[in-house]
């Protein structure tokens, strides 16, 4: 049985969240959601995570699981608000566990915070298989963008995360702590043995002036015009390029408000004595403006 997929997109964020579903009436999972995030007054809305909401509703839809690809650095999760309003359960990579490590050091969180990914309800490992209703799932690890990302394969459609964008854009950077190129190389290879009709659901699109941002591409579109891995690109071609590239970037704009809410399963830090929750900037510690 194949989903139907209903796609959001945040263009403050070039981010899609996905609703997908097996039946109206039926039971949904959403995937990758945002929380809304003003960086000038550190402010935090629940209107894109609402918009799903709604269409859920009006689905009347069981929403089973709130399923994320990875600890995304652009944007905010909306998973622990959308938990509270479902009842969903909140899954991740069994990856996240390093993740956490790390960014724990990095921040200097409480103590008292757990590396274990006990804030997710489930870890998945590569290979593991569960249910959305009607619907059979599978997830499939495609690291290298981070340790924990995951493909989400749910009938013919795959939940791909930072792992290809458009094919005109490419692939995810994978400079950030416990990025590897060859490990996305080999990830994206994965995903290209998949069935020739599987339809390919973007995190991020970040669309030129001439055309609308599109959630969707296919297996054909990727191996034969994805600027990084289509073609006759071999590993080594492909290191180089995505190393040199990187080089040149610039650190995403939310990426340090957005690990220290997203590691936690999308939960605010805890409140400080004095009733304020607080965000930590480690001063000198990422890449500058490229």
């Not at 990758?32 to 003003?38: H, K, Q, T």
């Not at 960086?39 to 929403?63: G, N, W």
């Not at 969903?88 to 921040?107: C, P, S």
Request: hydrophobic share 40%.
């Amino acid at each position: 049985m194949n989903p139907q997929v209903q796609s959001f997109y945040d263009p403050a964020t070039f981010t899609f969240t996905y609703v997908v579903y097996d039946r109206d009436g039926g039971h949904a999972a959403i995937v990758d959601p945002v929380l809304d995030y003003d960086p000038a007054c550190a402010r935090t809305s629940t209107a894109s995570a609402d918009r799903v909401l709604a269409f859920v509703r009006d689905h009347s839809l069981i929403v089973d699981w709130i399923l994320e690809t990875h600890a995304h650095a652009d944007h905010l999760t909306s998973a622990a608000y959308l938990k509270r309003e479902t009842g969903a359960k909140v899954a991740i990579g069994r990856g996240i566990t390093q993740v956490q490590e790390r960014f724990k050091a990095l921040f200097g969180m409480e103590p008292e915070f757990a590396t274990d990914g006990r804030q997710f309800d489930r870890l998945f490992a590569d290979g593991d298989t569960f249910a959305i209703g009607e619907l059979e799932a599978r997830a499939i690890a495609t690291p290298g963008h981070t340790d924990d990302s995951l493909t989400y394969l749910v009938g013919d459609a795959a939940f791909v995360g930072d792992t290809v964008f458009a094919p005109e854009t490419g692939t995810a950077r994978v400079d950030f702590p416990g990025g590897d190129a060859r490990k996305l190389y080999r990830s994206i290879r994965t995903l290209f043995d998949l069935p020739a009709d599987t339809r390919l659901f973007l995190c991020h699109d970040y669309p030129p002036a001439e055309r609308e941002a599109h959630p969707q591409s296919s297996l054909d579109e990727q191996k034969q015009r994805n600027v990084h891995v289509g073609g006759e690109a071999d590993e080594e071609t492909f290191v180089k390029l995505r190393t040199e590239r990187d080089a040149k970037l610039a650190a995403p704009k939310l990426i340090l408000p957005a690990l220290q809410v997203n590691i936690r399963a999308g939960e605010l830090p805890p409140t400080d004595a004095n009733g304020i929750r607080y965000l930590r900037l480690p001063l000198n510690q990422l890449g500058g403006e490229a």
